[in-house]
């Protein structure tokens, strides 16, 4: 597992327009590296277990690793970027979860699909 470094980050710009001012913002979103996986939670099982689906066309039981466990709250329908362990692939890690601000940029950009349609 390898941690998030500075330029493993997108840069974006989000523009707010208040009144006559415009302002930028750079908004950061990381993109998932070689072996990971974007997902999105289906179901949480109990413990640091939840049930993953994952664009790749698999759902995964993935766990979230101790050093994690307390900094990421996860709830069904969050995004997340997903390690596959290397001897068991219907099994992963979880180690990020994307902001609303992140997720609208993914959209936008067409890493995930933009409405999930549940008929």
């Known amino acids: 597992m390898e941690e998030f470094e500075d330029n493993d980050f997108k840069d974006i710009t989000e523009e707010k327009k208040s009144g006559n001012e415009e302002e930028q913002k750079i908004v ?4 998932p ?37 307390r900094k ?5 329908d969050d995004i997340v970027i997903v390690e596959p362990w290397e001897l068991d692939n219907n099994k992963g890690d979880i180690i990020y979860k994307y902001r609303t601000n992140q997720i ?6 067409n890493y995930l699909e933009n409405e999930k349609s549940k008929f």
Do not use: H, S, Y
Request: aromatic share 4%; glycine share 12%.
């Open 72 to 76: 990421l709250w996860l709830r069904p």
């Open 28 to 31: 950061r979103a990381p993109l």
């Open 33 to 69: 590296k070689k072996g990971q996986i974007i997902g999105i939670i289906e179901q949480r099982l109990g413990g640091n277990k939840m049930m993953v689906n994952c664009l790749d066309g698999k759902q995964r039981n993935c766990r979230v690793p101790g050093r994690l466990r």
């Open 104 to 109: 609208e940029w993914l959209k936008k950009n």
